[in-house]
């Protein structure tokens, strides 16, 4: 079984604030974009693809269009992510292509371009000083960091919009790895 490759929580924070303290012009959205990665679990084709329409913050959801055969679906969202779409919708509308469909844009573009958010990864990782990673470390992350609030595989599925549980299971062995880790630490205190 090949290892996956996540984020941890410091390098989650590290990458984030690497995002936000950044002189890029487009910050906002690539804070916005990486969050929701983080966050939903996305992968970066799905990101690309979120439409301006999926976000209903009068209902404080966003709809995410799975990929690869996965399971769509309404997610709630938090207020803070909430606050960071309205700011980057603001500053969505006074750019050229204000009318994408696309939420995420760039200033000659009407959507991301398939490598962007790759690019944008390795630049705010190598700022964050994290090596190793790639754009899918984000929804590795996600899978890690419901498992370790002790959410239900079940509920990890879903969240992840995995149709089959056993696409699931291969985190089972981050979980494993954990609980080896905190039988080590009881036994220091032995």
């Not at 992968?43 to 913050?57: A, D, N, T």
């Amino acid at each position: 079984m090949s290892e996956i490759k996540f984020l941890n929580k410091d390098q989650q924070g590290r990458f984030l604030k690497a995002i936000a303290k950044s002189k890029q012009s487009m910050k906002v959205r690539d804070l916005l974009y990486f969050t929701l990665a983080l966050r939903y679990g996305l992968r970066s084709s799905e990101g690309r693809v979120l439409e301006i329409s999926q976000v209903k913050l009068d209902r404080n959801s966003i709809f995410i269009q799975r990929l690869k055969g996965s399971i769509s679906q309404f997610y709630p969202l938090r207020k803070d992510d909430k606050t960071l779409i309205e700011k980057w919708v603001k500053i969505r509308g006074r750019m050229k292509h204000k009318d994408s469909k696309f939420l995420f844009i760039t200033a000659r573009t009407g959507s991301l371009s398939q490598a962007l958010p790759a690019k944008l990864f390795e630049r705010y990782a190598k700022a964050a000083g994290i090596e190793g990673h790639s754009c899918h470390s984000c929804r590795h992350s996600t899978a890690v960091n419901l498992l370790d609030q002790g959410v239900d595989l079940f509920d990890i599925k879903t969240w992840l919009g995995h149709k089959n549980i056993s696409s699931t299971l291969v985190y089972l062995q981050l979980g494993d790895r954990k609980t080896q880790q905190r039988m080590s630490q009881i036994l220091q205190r032995i």
